[in-house]
């Protein structure tokens, strides 16, 4: 059985026709990349898996259980987290009270707390800082903290990378390292030699279907199969 | 910021107690505490100063500071869940109306198995808890919406309940008009409690002469002031921890991004319909002080759309999402109204008074300027302030305490915390 498991997923918004069918399966503690050109679908699956934007045909399974059309909260609840594209912050709360609000009631706050702390020193220096008035780099690293805590088995990680400067990519890559030592992670990524560097298996998208998946061992951007749905 | 003095003052506030952490983050409020008690008597000895002309034209008069009172309440409980969950609630005035209706009908007999003496703050703390059910009726509808889709139907809502009181004539024998107030001064105190309950109310209220023999006399009025602060105090402090709590981190993730609050576990729709329905109370025991004081209410102070706008210029111009700033507003807003009537003292008779008549009968292409002052000046309010609120708009639109926080970098309470904290050591 798969962790989470994709069957014949179609996603509308509105009447644009999304997600035509989209099949795909992750396993437990694997990094599996999403990847493809602009508005093929990558953030409508994370979306439809979440449920934000419920499928209308197709089941989404997670943990062998058919999650299509419960609502978002319950999916989360199941242990899903989410790292949107943009990094999203709750602006206006503090970096601490933004872990604190990520924490499940039941969950130890000061363990989580000291948890993402020791993994990201510089998050702990700017602890009572609003997260507006973080660097984009500091934004993206509580952004993957917050998906960090609360149990998640899984974690969907928006475009990671998406508007940072090299040195800090580097430090988001090491983030999520840390973090899939705990977590299985799908991971939207424009980036491809990134996204080849860090996931153990892609699939790629176009028109809102898989046209290739495997293992990323090897596969480089010249590849043909690539190159066809990559390349403008 | 300087990084390092900012984790040394933040261990070194681990250690301390959490009694003097808590008292130095409300020195501010304190002082704002403060400043509204004292204020009556200083305004009353002003009067007998030189001064008293510009006081008496300058300052608020006690009506208008109970008015600050009860509508800055109601501001803050629109703040509340307008500001925290960015949810508008243009109908907001229902609930303001079914607090001030349900005291007076109350205290008339006319609500079943309700008797008509029970004491004033149970009939309000009632109230309150039937515009929470009434929070709930309308926001399982509501929320199901967002953005000004919610806010045009809350506004429908609060509609259909305004012609409904409007022509319903259970509530008054002329409902036009709205129901007075006939029973016994409501009192604010504890229940039961002679000794320490206070009789509300202009000229009907308690009043206290020579207080602690200190030679201070506290008219009905004054009384009113006092203890209707002490309700309002309340109710921001509950609504202030609210904020604070868990609960209020859970409505700021929900205003700030709700799909990414619900990805994280919560139930929004749930959080939403629970900050809607404790905004609804306060909105209501806003109402309940306003109908008690003014011993009566009508369709068109309570239910009326107009009401809500009031509500909403303040809060920006007070500062949305600070609690506080709405308040602040709403004492502006009365203020600059006190100044621009003549109902107790004002700029315009202070002109008049003030400028030698040859000045007032000049004339100036056509009109004198005794003319002008009456029409520009008297009674001119909300025009001056539809003015203001323009300009807050441009330019300072996080509101008053908005603005002061972003200065600050965090709340006021927090910032003179942590310099009163500097200078202890």
């Given at each position: 059985m798969s962790l989470l498991e994709l069957t014949d997923v179609h996603t509308y918004y509105g009447e644009s026709h999304i997600l035509q069918g989209v099949d795909l399966a992750v396993e437990e503690s694997e990094i599996v990349a999403l990847i493809g050109r602009n508005g093929v679908g990558k953030t409508t699956t994370l979306r439809s898996i979440l449920q934000l934007t419920p499928p209308r045909e197709g089941t989404v399974r997670f943990k062998g259980e058919d999650v299509t059309g419960d609502s978002t909260h319950d999916v989360a609840g199941r242990g899903i987290g989410w790292v949107p594209e943009e990094r999203r912050m709750f602006g206006y709360l503090t970096v601490e009270e933004n872990v604190r609000v990520a924490v499940p009631p039941e969950a130890d706050f000061e363990a989580e707390r000291e948890y993402v702390f020791d993994l990201f020193p510089d998050l702990e220096r700017f602890r009572e800082k609003e997260a507006r008035n973080l660097s984009g780099g500091q934004q993206q690293m509580l952004a993957i903290a917050r998906g960090?805590?609360?149990?998640?088995?899984?974690?969907?990680?928006?475009?990671?990378?998406?508007?940072?400067?090299?040195?800090?990519v580097e430090q988001v890559v090491d983030a999520l390292r840390e973090a899939s030592a705990e977590t299985t992670l799908v991971l939207v990524e424009q980036n491809f030699p990134l996204a080849m560097d860090l996931a153990d298996r892609f699939y790629l998208l176009d028109h809102g279907t898989v046209v290739e998946s495997g293992a990323t061992d090897g596969v480089t951007a010249d590849d043909d199969r690539i190159r066809r749905y990559l390349s403008a | 910021m300087d990084t390092v003095t900012d984790t040394t003052a933040a261990h070194a506030r681990d250690d301390e107690h959490w009694l003097r952490e808590y008292a130095r983050e409300h020195v501010p409020h304190l002082l704002v505490i403060a400043l509204f008690a004292v204020y009556p008597p200083i305004y009353g000895l002003l009067l007998r100063t030189p001064l008293s002309a510009e006081a008496n034209a300058f300052l608020p008069g006690t009506t208008f500071l109970i008015a600050m009172l009860f509508l800055g309440l109601f501001a803050m409980s629109f703040d509340f869940i307008s500001g925290y969950t960015g949810y508008l609630s243009f109908g907001h005035a229902a609930f303001y109306g079914v607090g001030a209706y349900f005291i007076v009908l109350v205290a008339n007999g006319d609500v079943p198995g309700i008797p008509a003496g029970t004491p004033f703050v149970i009939t309000m703390i009632v109230g309150g808890l039937l515009a929470f059910g009434l929070a709930l009726a309308i926001g399982a509808v509501s929320f199901r919406l967002s953005g000004v889709y919610f806010a045009m139907i809350t506004l429908g809502f609060a509609q259909v309940a305004y012609e409904l009181v409007r022509n319903w004539n259970y509530v008054a024998v002329n409902p036009q008009d709205g129901p007075t107030l006939s029973g016994p001064t409501p009192e604010i105190g504890i229940p039961y409690v002679d000794s320490v309950s206070i009789a509300l109310?202009?000229?009907?209220?308690?009043?206290?002469?020579?207080?602690?023999?200190?030679?201070?006399?506290?008219?009905?009025?004054l009384t009113s002031y006092y203890a209707i602060g002490a309700v309002v105090l309340l109710s921001y402090f509950a609504m202030q921890r609210l904020i604070h709590s868990p609960f209020g981190r859970v409505m700021?993730?929900?205003?700030?991004?709700?799909?990414?609050a619900a990805a994280i576990g919560y139930n929004v729709f749930w959080y939403k319909m629970v900050a809607f329905g404790f905004s609804a109370f306060f909105a209501a025991i806003a109402g309940a002080l306003f109908a008690a004081f003014s011993r009566g209410a009508s369709p068109d102070e309570t239910f009326y759309f107009l009401v809500t706008a009031d509500a909403l210029i303040v809060t920006i111009v007070g500062g949305i999402g600070t609690l506080a700033g709405p308040f602040f507003g709403t004492a502006f807003y009365e203020w600059l109204e006190d100044i621009l009537s003549s109902e107790q003292g004002g700029l315009a008779p202070y002109l008049r008074g003030i400028l030698p008549d040859g000045v007032l009968t000049a004339d100036i292409a056509g009109i004198t300027i005794a003319d002008l002052i009456n029409t520009v000046v008297d009674g001119r309010a909300p025009l001056f302030l539809g003015i203001v609120f323009v300009l807050f708009v441009l330019f300072v639109p996080n509101g008053l305490l908005g603005s002061v926080r972003d200065r600050l970098g965090n709340t006021v309470g927090k910032y003179v915390g942590g310099r009163l904290e500097r200078y202890r050591r």
């Open positions: 960090m805590v609360g149990n998640n088995d899984l974690l969907l990680v928006d475009e990671p990378s998406e508007g940072l400067a090299p040195l800090i | 109310g202009r000229l009907a209220g308690d009043s206290f002469e020579n207080v602690l023999g200190l030679g201070i006399d506290i008219s009905a009025t700021i993730a929900i205003r700030e991004n709700e799909e990414r």
